[in-house]
Nanobody, 123 residues
């Protein structure tokens, strides 16, 4: 079983900072990319930032210069600075991973999602 477990959400005042973490566990063969998406009330889920294995990071225009993304081992981090009320959303961790099934001796690549962590920015 593969799991993505997020932590670090909470309530913060505008201008403040939060750091989100997401740890992947299970029968992971390879992680191709990890990232963060968010969904505000009444809106569609949108990309926040991604970090591919060995590649360059990618950010939504709305967070460029304020958010950074990094990864270590099977964990991805999102450092959020200068938070604004419009950053309020449920933040979801995403990982494109290859998993190995020893029974079938077969690998499968797919996207996995965490359950989400709520970030609330008060004005």
């Amino acid at each position: 079983q593969v799991q993505l477990v997020e932590s670090g959400g909470g309530l913060v005042q505008a201008g403040g900072s939060l750091r989100l973490s997401c740890a992947a566990s299970g029968n992971i063969f390879r992680i191709n990319a990890m990232g963060w998406f968010r969904q505000a009330p009444g809106k569609q889920r949108e990309l926040v930032a991604t970090i591919p294995s060995g590649g360059s990071t990618n950010f939504a225009d709305s967070v460029k210069g304020r958010f950074t993304i990094s990864s270590a081992r099977n964990t991805v981090y999102l450092q959020m600075n200068s938070l604004k009320p419009e950053d309020t959303a449920v933040y979801y961790c995403n990982a494109n991973m290859e998993t190995y099934d020893a029974y079938s001796d077969h690998t499968t690549t797919r996207d996995y999602w965490g359950k989400g962590t709520l970030v609330t920015v008060s004005s």
